[in-house]
T-cell receptor
Framework: GGIITQTPKFLIGQEGQKLTLKCQQN?????MYWYRQDSGKGLRLIYY???????QKGDLSEGYDASREKKSSFSLTVTSAQKNEMAVFLC????????????FGPGTRLTVL | GDSVTQTEGQVTVSESKSLIINCTYS????????LFWYVRYPGEGLQLLLK?????QKGSSRGFEATYNKETTSFHLQKASVQESDSAVYYC?????????????FGKGTKLSVKS
């Protein structure tokens, strides 16, 4: 088996601040994802990376940057934190391909003051 | 675009009673989507419950079943007799079939509370 680690677990920032969330996986999966979950809503895809040198925008990429530093790690940067984007950010990974199960990390809860 | 609509909010069921959580999907980008049910138990991360990649087939896990119905574009989750340990939030999702694109579109989630 494997595990996905997200750091930090809780992230508190000021409005307008640049904030970075990190994700590591040891499944040796090719594909990694960042989702945002607002209270009472489903998961929305922010960015994903099919392979190590790839970066794809999801439905909610505006206001975010992402970086796939190596196969096992995928970072997400909130470029200018806003109060309306307080949410839980989930990282996931999968083998390449549409049939593949996605494995999720425990999440980072973002609070913007 | 793609969308998933499932039973909204919270569902409360008495232990040993039957359960159905409705899920319907709409897609313009994927001819034959794969369909998934994910679950988040209290204090745990999101995990796959079951998946079906072929229309007309049924998936099952932990006593739960879901049938991929292409005619009605539905993938309802059912269980004949729920237990307290089934209390969790359930998410229906659809994804691309094959290829290199494996992104998922999720429903908003349904919170199941099983009372003893």
């Amino acid at each position: 088996g494997g595990i996905i680690t997200q750091t930090p677990k809780f992230l508190i920032g000021q409005e307008g601040q640049k904030l970075t969330l990190k994700c590591q996986q040891n499944f040796n999966h090719d594909t990694m994802y960042w989702y945002r979950q607002d209270s009472g809503k489903g998961l929305r895809l922010i960015y994903y990376s099919i392979t190590e040198n790839d970066l794809q925008k999801g439905d909610l990429s505006e206001g975010y940057d992402a970086s796939r530093e190596k196969k096992s790690s995928f970072s997400l940067t909130v470029t200018s934190a806003q109060k309306n984007e307080m949410a839980v950010f989930l990282c996931a990974s999968s083998m390449r391909g549409g049939y593949a199960e996605q494995f999720f990390g425990p999440g980072t809860r973002l609070t913007v003051l | 675009g793609d969308s998933v609509t499932q039973t909204e909010g919270q569902v409360t069921v008495s232990e040993s009673k039957s359960l159905i959580i409705n899920c319907t999907y709409s897609t313009t980008s994927i001819a034959y989507p794969n369909l998934f049910w994910y679950v988040r138990y209290p204090g745990e991360g999101l995990q796959l419950l079951l998946k079906v990649i072929t229309a007309g087939q049924k998936g099952s896990s932990r006593g739960f079943e879901a049938t991929y119905n292409k005619e009605t574009t539905s993938f309802h989750l059912q269980k004949a007799s729920v237990q307290e340990s089934d209390s969790a939030v359930y998410y229906c999702a659809l994804g691309a079939s094959g290829g290199s694109n494996a992104k998922l579109t999720f429903g908003k989630g349904t919170k199941l509370s099983v009372k003893s």
